[in-house]
């Protein structure tokens, strides 16, 4: 009996301790703060647990006591620091609502005491203004070393003569004409590495056997893809142009040039030797609706796209249709029109502007949810841009950035990009609404803390 009084004594005792404690930990936050009532909240619960297992009996009540878990210890901390919950991903509705106002982290230096809770080796960073982000991350991550750039573009150069050279030797029945570079390699648009580059195969079309048909006048009603189709037959009878084997329906069918293209890259020509010769290893791609080479180097891998090319005029049709649509259509290119315009304007003013989208375009390549923003797209994001901003001083870098993020958020709550060379065009036209609500979203979150997207690009 006396045992079991002087048992309850202790218990007792300890309950009174424990209830000393508690009180401490729940004023605690009033007193020291946020962060000293965290540190005193964790030596007193170890201090706790310390008294518990030495004034306790071993009892079977003390003994469950004994096995709580570090997770409900960690629950008492609830009383200094709610948990906060992630925020709901807005829909397409939601991004048309006020953009958030964006905090200069300048402003963040100017007052310190905001900072209370972040962690003192980041401080450095956070100091540092957008603008300043913006220039280290494109001379860090963005920017090509000049040799890694020359050496691909050498390298793209000797496989193009090669590839030249065999099509004339081989096929001299198809008129293809002198093939060309391009791309963004080619234009020094290339960022991150030099590992991209386009092969343009001009097309001679016979002026009088051929006619462009607009995409408006078609069944897919798609003012960017047109139709080339055969004219004069009952005059110029099939066989009069060497490019009437691609007809299909009495059109030029860019599908059935693709796959005569592709089994000429992938079984007529002796890739070893090119690529032995070129101190290099050549492969075609496997599927036949791509025109692909992969080009293997020590120092660089390049990924060739090559693309038969008609010009009428001032339009550039590639042999690039849209998947599962009519085979027949040729997509018209913007891309020499984009890059010339792009240079005449920087060259005008010394601007930013090339700056600004190699960023982008680094930014848009290794965020997990961006992929899809392609150069094209963010190219006619900023020439439309450059229509209502013209200072482009460098000293406005940071300031361009922001505004492109608002801009691509607009368009693709519209889910329409228009062409900034035609307006009826909408760029976006091939995105799924699956897609385009994934990069609203990820793009809207970063409105009020744009070098979150340097962040998660430069993580990957």
Same mark, same amino acid.
């Given at each position: 009996?006396?045992?079991?009084?002087?048992?309850?004594?202790?218990?007792?005792?300890?309950?009174?301790?424990?209830?000393?404690?508690?009180?401490?930990?729940?004023?605690?936050?009033?007193?020291?703060?946020?962060?000293?009532?965290?540190?005193?909240?964790?030596?007193?619960?170890?201090?706790?647990?310390?008294?518990?297992?030495?004034?306790?009996?071993?009892?079977?009540?003390?003994?469950?006591?004994? @096995?709580?878990?570090?997770?409900?210890?960690? @629950?008492?901390?609830?009383?200094?620091?709610?948990?906060?919950?992630?925020?709901?991903?807005?829909?397409?509705?939601?991004?048309?609502?006020?953009?958030?106002?964006?905090?200069?982290?300048?402003?963040? =230096?100017?007052?310190?005491?905001?900072?209370?809770?972040?962690?003192?080796?980041?401080?450095?960073?956070?100091?540092?203004?957008?603008?300043?982000?913006?220039?280290?991350?494109?001379?860090?991550?963005?920017?090509?070393?000049?040799?890694?750039?020359?050496?691909?573009?050498?390298?793209?150069?000797?496989?193009?003569?090669?590839?030249?050279? +065999?099509?004339?030797?081989?096929?001299?029945?198809?008129?293809?004409?002198?093939?060309?570079?391009?791309?963004?390699?080619?234009?020094?648009?290339?960022?991150?590495?030099?590992?991209?580059?386009?092969?343009?195969?001009?097309?001679?079309?016979?002026?009088?056997?051929?006619?462009?048909?607009?995409?408006?006048?078609?069944?897919?009603?798609?003012?960017? +893809?047109?139709?080339?189709?055969?004219?004069?037959? %009952?005059?110029?009878?099939?066989?009069?142009?060497?490019?009437?084997?691609?007809?299909?329906?009495?059109?030029?069918?860019?599908?059935?040039?693709?796959?005569?293209?592709?089994?000429?890259?992938?079984?007529?020509?002796?890739?070893?030797?090119?690529?032995?010769?070129? %101190?290099?290893?050549?492969?075609?791609?496997?599927?036949?609706?791509?025109?692909?080479?992969?080009?293997?180097?020590?120092?660089?891998?390049?990924?060739?796209?090559?693309?038969?090319?008609?010009?009428?005029?001032?339009?550039?049709?590639?042999?690039?249709?849209?998947?599962?649509?009519?085979?027949?259509?040729? @997509?018209?290119?913007?891309?020499?029109?984009?890059?010339?315009?792009?240079?005449?304007?920087?060259?005008?003013?010394?601007?930013?502007?090339?700056?600004?989208?190699?960023?982008?375009?680094?930014?848009?390549?290794?965020?997990?949810?961006?992929?899809?923003?392609?150069?094209?797209?963010?190219?006619?994001?900023?020439?439309?841009?450059?229509?209502?901003?013209?200072?482009?001083?460098?000293?406005?870098?940071?300031?361009? +950035? @922001?505004?492109?993020?608002?801009?691509?958020?607009?368009?693709?709550?519209?889910?329409?990009?228009? =062409?900034?060379?035609?307006?009826?065009?909408?760029? +976006?036209?091939?995105?799924?609404?699956?897609?385009?609500?994934?990069?609203?979203?990820?793009?809207?979150?970063?409105?009020?803390?744009?070098?979150?997207?340097?962040?998660?690009?430069?993580?990957?």
């Amino acid at each position: 009996m006396a045992e079991f009084i002087h048992k309850q004594g202790k218990r007792q005792d300890d309950r009174g301790l424990g209830s000393v404690i508690d009180f401490l930990l729940a004023n605690t936050r009033l007193v020291l703060g946020v962060s000293g009532a965290a540190v005193l909240a964790i030596a007193t619960l170890v201090v706790k647990r310390m008294i518990d297992r030495a004034t306790s009996s071993p009892d079977e009540d003390d003994a469950k006591a004994e @096995q709580k878990s570090i997770e409900e210890s960690w @629950q008492d901390l609830n009383l200094l620091k709610a948990p906060q919950k992630p925020p709901k991903k807005p829909s397409r509705e939601d991004l048309s609502e006020p953009l958030p106002v964006t905090q200069p982290a300048q402003e963040l =230096c100017e007052h310190p005491a905001s900072l209370e809770t972040l962690c003192i080796e980041s401080r450095p960073l956070l100091c540092l203004t957008l603008q300043e982000k913006l220039l280290s991350y494109y001379n860090n991550h963005v920017a090509i070393p000049e040799p890694e750039a020359a050496l691909g573009r050498q390298l793209a150069k000797d496989v193009c003569v090669e590839l030249q050279n +065999f099509l004339q030797n081989k096929y001299p029945e198809l008129p293809f004409g002198r093939m060309v570079l391009s791309g963004s390699l080619h234009n020094d648009l290339q960022v991150v590495a030099a590992d991209h580059v386009d092969f343009l195969l001009p097309m001679a079309l016979e002026a009088a056997l051929w006619k462009l048909i607009p995409g408006e006048d078609t069944v897919v009603k798609t003012p960017q +893809f047109w139709m080339i189709r055969r004219t004069d037959l %009952e005059y110029f009878p099939r066989g009069s142009s060497p490019w009437d084997r691609f007809l299909v329906g009495g059109y030029l069918s860019s599908n059935a040039l693709s796959e005569t293209i592709h089994k000429i890259l992938e079984t007529s020509i002796n890739w070893p030797a090119i690529g032995s010769m070129l %101190e290099c290893v050549i492969r075609p791609t496997v599927a036949p609706e791509d025109l692909k080479l992969e080009v293997e180097h020590c120092q660089v891998q390049l990924n060739v796209a090559l693309y038969p090319v008609v010009k009428v005029e001032d339009k550039v049709l590639l042999a690039k249709p849209p998947r599962g649509l009519v085979e027949n259509l040729w @997509q018209q290119s913007f891309y020499a029109a984009e890059v010339s315009r792009l240079k005449d304007l920087d060259a005008g003013d010394s601007g930013v502007r090339k700056l600004c989208l190699k960023i982008w375009k680094a930014v848009c390549r290794d965020h997990p949810s961006l992929g899809r923003l392609t150069g094209s797209h963010l190219t006619h994001v900023l020439l439309h841009l450059s229509e209502m901003e013209l200072d482009w001083a460098e000293a406005t870098l940071a300031t361009r +950035f @922001q505004q492109m993020i608002e801009e691509l958020v607009g368009y693709l709550e519209k889910g329409f990009l228009p =062409c900034y060379f035609n307006s009826r065009i909408n760029l +976006f036209h091939e995105l799924l609404e699956e897609e385009i609500d994934e990069m609203g979203y990820a793009l809207y979150s970063a409105v009020s803390e744009p070098a979150l997207l340097l962040k998660e690009s430069a993580c990957k």
